[in-house]
């Protein structure tokens, strides 16, 4: 296993975050392609996670904010064939690392209800009501790094 990290919106990682996203969020879940690919892609540093064959199977990107002292996870996906695994968890945990390196204070994330466990598990709490995106129920979670 292995894990890519690229803000270029030309590279191959890139291109693979993209291939996951339109099969787990566009296909699988319906969600719409302009909602899917938005104005931030090249404000973000995307992460692909890479199966010991070399196949892309699970992705995220992190949106710093202005001021550099927080983080917002987006677009955290795994194909399903590689679900159950702990890949997502390897994942996260190497997002959360590169978080505390660049000194971040928080990262905050939307989690669809479904997948709201899954992050408690690695010490994210609600701190908002339920809500829609994309047709789907989400609450707002937070992890603090300091």
Avoid: W
């Avoid at 001021?67 to 890949?87: C, E, F, I, K, N």
Wanted: hydrophobic residues 40%.
């Amino acid at each position: 296993m292995i894990i890519k990290q690229t803000r270029n919106t030309l590279s191959d990682t890139y291109l693979d975050a993209l291939k996951i996203r339109q099969i787990v969020f566009v296909k699988g879940q319906g969600v719409p392609q302009s909602l899917e690919i938005d104005e931030n892609e090249a404000h973000c540093l995307h992460f692909v996670l890479y199966d010991d064959n070399v196949k892309a199977v699970a992705t995220c990107r992190i949106l710093p904010s202005k001021d550099l002292t927080s983080a917002t996870l987006q677009r955290m996906a795994v194909l399903s064939d590689y679900r159950g695994q702990s890949l997502g968890k390897q994942l996260l945990q190497q997002v959360i690392s590169f978080c505390q390196e660049q000194n971040f204070q928080k990262i905050t994330l939307h989690a669809q209800l479904t997948a709201e466990g899954f992050y408690r598990k690695i010490g994210f709490l609600p701190c908002g009501d339920i809500f829609e995106e994309a047709g789907i129920k989400h609450v707002t979670m937070e992890k603090g790094l300091v």
